[in-house]
């Protein structure tokens, strides 16, 4: 018989004593600890770390990561989710990680609390949102921190080196309502760029130069002002291990990599350990496989697809997921994907009943965290809370 491993073992009987019987998502704490232990560790002298919330959109997880790794810096991407932590973290600073149109910037400025504006950085990637970013501050009498956004490489957007640059960090100076508060720039593509013929490590120079003299242009414009702990921010999960010193950034932004869902299962991230899981019940073992209208090659499947004679079907599916336990499960591209009941189909030898539970690792976070309702939290391999979401994360 194909054994299921130790862990999901006792994972399927915590969710069973805790009478669960719905598809759900489950992070495991103490797996979630060591990441975030493993990422501090990492951090090389000076480098802050900041917490990117929409990869990790739960607001009771994202006060546990900040107290384990002792920071107050959290990347927000949405205004709902900037209104809710500034309410509910006052002490937190936010930084946008994308830029937000000029009406939710309004939007905000007519609902925040006393004080909230101080803590929040808004991200600026153009002349134009700068224009506009200007006149609603100006028209509301209040001043706000601004981020600039480098295009490194990714062209996603941002300011390249230039005159746009430099005359946007001119009137920047000159701004009686906009304070510079310095740069973000992410590289995620670094760490997918194949290292042959040194391509990767060329392009990483590329983009630490082209920070580098934005840098330099900064501390022309700013003179003292612009300082070694004016923020740079830099990297995500796929890259911030690349950063060895803190020349180039002083800041990392981290939040896949504490869960670590499959599409960051790359070399650079070995050291980090799955801690989030999907966890859905059989309903149904219905025994050799057989698909509709083609039931005459169900002898013949069997014998040349041993690995998928049993079928069983899930309570929910069609997740951006990939079953991990028991172990060689597959989805049927012939029967198809069901987001009701799902066809699984494994090896004979496969040990399911109906209303145990099947594990999948999602492929990412920040949109199969929303889709399950509150998170079930595990710590000693027990379930001891359900965590509620954020309604949207990106
Ligand atoms: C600006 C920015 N920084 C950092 C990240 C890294 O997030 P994660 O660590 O979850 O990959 C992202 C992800 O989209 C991002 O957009």
Excluded at 94 to 111: N, R
Aim: glycine residues 6%; negative net charge.
């Amino acid at each position: 018989m194909a054994e299921r491993a130790a862990y999901f073992k006792s994972l399927d009987s915590a969710l069973k004593t805790a009478g669960i019987y719905q598809p759900s998502l489950i992070i495991d704490l103490d797996r979630l600890d060591q990441n975030i232990d493993t990422l501090l560790a990492d951090l090389p002298d000076g480098m802050a770390y900041r917490i990117v919330a929409k990869s990790l959109p739960v607001p009771k997880l994202l006060a546990h990561i900040r107290q384990r790794a002792g920071t107050d810096r959290l990347m927000t991407f949405n205004l709902p989710m900037l209104l809710d932590l500034s309410h509910s973290m006052p002490d937190a600073t936010q930084l946008l990680g994308k830029p937000l149109p000029a009406a939710a910037f309004k939007d905000f400025l007519g609902q925040a609390s006393d004080g909230a504006l101080d803590r929040i950085y808004w991200l600026i990637d153009t002349p134009e949102r700068l224009a506009a970013y200007s006149q609603i501050a100006q028209d509301a009498g209040q001043s706000i921190n601004v981020v600039v956004e480098l295009d490194v490489g990714l062209h996603r957007g941002g300011f390249e080196l230039g005159d746009e640059l430099h005359a946007s960090l001119t009137q920047l100076k000159q701004s009686n309502v906009l304070q510079f508060q310095g740069f973000m720039g992410y590289e995620p593509h670094l760490a997918s760029i194949p290292t042959a013929l040194g391509w990767r490590e060329r392009t990483k120079r590329g983009a630490w130069d082209t920070y580098t003299k934005a840098n330099a242009l900064a501390g022309e414009i700013f003179g003292e002002t612009y300082t070694r702990d004016t923020l740079r921010n830099v990297a995500g999960s796929p890259t911030y291990r690349l950063y060895k010193d803190t020349k180039i950034g002083n800041e990392v932004s981290v939040g896949s990599a504490l869960v670590k869902p499959t599409d960051f299962d790359t070399e650079l991230l070995e050291p980090f350990i799955p801690a989030c899981f999907i966890a859905t019940p059989v309903l149904k073992a219905t025994g050799a496989t057989r698909l509709p209208g083609l039931e005459f090659t169900e002898t013949i499947n069997r014998i040349v697809s041993p690995d998928t004679a049993l079928t069983f079907f899930t309570h929910g599916g069609k997740w951006m997921a990939t079953p991990v336990d028991p172990p060689n499960l597959k989805y049927n591209k012939v029967f198809g994907r069901s987001s009701n009941q799902e066809m699984l189909n494994g090896p004979a030898d496969t040990d399911l009943k109906p209303d145990d539970f099947i594990f999948l690792r999602p492929h990412q976070s920040e949109a199969v965290l929303l889709q399950f309702g509150d998170i079930t939290i595990i710590r000693d391999q027990k379930v001891i809370d359900h965590w509620p979401t954020f309604k949207i994360s990106a």
